[in-house]
Each structure stands twice: as structure tokens, then as C-alpha cells.
């Protein structure tokens, strides 16, 4: 039957949430479960699409990343894949009508880590929509479940917590994607002088995106706001480590929360969560 291989397809979009980050799986556990796969099928995609940009050294990436591409608008639009992250994908584009504008998007920034190194304004902008905020509301789709106004709402601080999220994540591998892939995507920032008042401006940059966010996430449903409240907290926890760092300590090493902080942020935030004040 066909549904043993829809289960079995998301299953594998789940297992590489789960192998590649803890904290997003842990975060998706706290979604309803009407929701959970869905979430899981869209992390798989985004996930696999950044590994050949990022890691798939020595094989041809543009080869890979346009191959990708096509099978991806194929599988949404035949509703089928061999592929079992693209057809975990498609059933979760075609279930809830997920605009394929948004899938362009982040195929665009995707193929941007292909042909440049550096970041403009512009660009920066342009590629934190497609790579973090169209995630973001691929999965306010989903969380919305097809109340257009409500999604219409929600659009802006589903936006503003992808970005967050994103630059939060440039912030903390900044080292690792200058020395290995030759990347800096802080426009105007020179990793081998990277200033206190740089810092200062990016992370004041950052903060907004969460205090907007965060607005937002009391609004979300109740199927999806716990979930996506220990999301932001596990990363708001990330950023304030960061932000007592000195640039040079970024540029030395890669910050990380330990697991007793991240048990202690879903301790906190289940408790908030049953007295109604997230």
C-alpha cells in the first residue's frame, strides 16, 4: 500500500532532523503529533539542500544542487518521488498548498553559496529571506492549517524569528564558514578584523528580530506554540552566550548550549506553558 511508503518516507525526513540537530528535534516532540511529521519532512528538505552546498566536497555541487531542484518541482508536481525527503516534501507542499514561490526562494540563496562568497546589503537581505524566513512560513502554513488570515497575521514574526535564527547561526559558525568554505555573510565585515562595533551592530540587528518574534510566537496556535517557543529559547539562550563573548572568541571557537541548559530551557518553558504566560 501507498501509505507504507508515505510512512516510511517521512520517518526518514525524522531521522535526519534527528541526526543533525538535537534541538529542533526536541522542539518538533512538543508540536502536536498532528503536525510533527510534516515539520520533520520540511527540516529533511532544507537540511539536505544545505549539505550539498555546504559539505559535498569533491563532487560536482552544482550538478547536484540543479538535480535536486528539478526532482524537487517534479516530485511536487507528479506528487511522487523515489526520493523518500522530496516525497516526504511533497506531501506536506501538496497538503497544505504551500506556495512553490517560497520553494524558489530557497533555492535562489541556496545556489548563492555556490557563486559568492560575500555579502552586500542587498544580497544579505535577499538571502536571509530565502534561506531561513520562506522556512519559516513553509511552516507557518502548517501551523495555520489554512486560516489565510491568520497566517496573513502571523507573516511578519514568522519571518523575523527564521532571521533570527539564521544570523544567530552565521554569528556562531562565523569561523567555520570563513576557514572552510571561504564565506562571510555579514555585509561589510572582514573576519580578520572583526570589531567590537561590528559585533554591537549585528547583534543589535539580531535582538529585534527576536522581540518581533516573539510577539508572534503568543499568537501561534496551541497545536504549535510551545514547540516553537522552545525553539526561540533554545536560540535566544545561544545568542546571549554570545553576545558576553569578545569578537576574537568568536572567531576561536563554536558556542554551544550544554544539554542540562537545553533541559533546563524545556523545563522552564513546559511550566510557563501550563500557567498560560509564554
Request: net charge positive.
Amino acid at each position: 500500500m501507498i501509505s507504507r511508503f508515505h510512512e516510511t518516507s517521512q520517518r526518514c525526513s525524522k531521522i535526519i532532523t534527528e541526526n543533525y540537530s538535537t534541538s529542533f528535534a526536541s522542539s518538533i516532540k512538543l508540536l502536536h503529533k498532528s503536525i510533527r511529521a510534516d515539520i520533520h519532512n520540511i527540516y529533511g528538505f532544507v537540511r539536505f539542500a544545505d549539505e550539498i552546498v555546504d559539505s559535498f566536497h569533491g563532487y560536482n555541487k552544482e550538478e547536484l544542487l540543479s538535480s535536486f531542484q528539478t526532482e524537487t518541482y517534479k516530485a511536487i508536481k507528479e506528487k511522487i518521488s523515489l526520493n523518500p525527503v522530496l516525497h516526504s516534501f511533497q506531501l506536506t507542499v501538496n497538503k497544505y498548498n504551500i506556495p512553490l514561490h517560497l520553494v524558489d526562494s530557497f533555492f535562489k540563496s541556496m545556489q548563492y553559496d555556490l557563486i559568492c562568497n560575500y555579502c552586500d546589503e542587498s544580497t544579505y537581505k535577499e538571502y536571509i529571506y530565502g534561506s531561513a524566513e520562506t522556512v519559516g512560513l513553509m511552516c507557518l502554513y502548517i501551523f495555520c492549517n489554512g486560516d489565510e488570515n491568520l497566517y496573513n497575521n502571523l507573516k511578519s514574526y514568522a519571518k523575523s524569528l527564521g532571521a533570527a535564527f539564521q544570523k544567530v547561526n552565521f554569528l556562531r559558525d562565523m569561523k567555520a564558514d570563513y576557514e572552510q568554505l571561504d564565506r562571510m555573510y555579514f555585509p561589510n565585515c572582514n573576519f580578520r578584523n572583526f570589531t567590537l562595533e561590528e559585533k554591537y551592530h549585528i547583534q543589535n540587528d539580531i535582538q529585534k528580530d527576536f522581540d518581533h518574534a516573539y510577539k508572534g510566537i503568543a499568537q501561534l496556535p496551541p497545536r504549535a506554540r510551545l514547540g516553537v517557543y522552545v525553539a526561540y529559547k533554545y536560540y535566544l539562550s545561544l545568542f546571549k552566550k554570545i553576545k558576553r563573548l569578545q569578537p576574537k572568541s568568536i572567531l576561536e571557537k563554536r558556542v554551544r548550549i550544554p544539554d542540562y541548559g537545553k533541559v533546563l530551557i524545556l523545563a522552564k518553558a513546559g511550566l510557563r506553558n501550563q500557567l498560560n504566560i509564554l
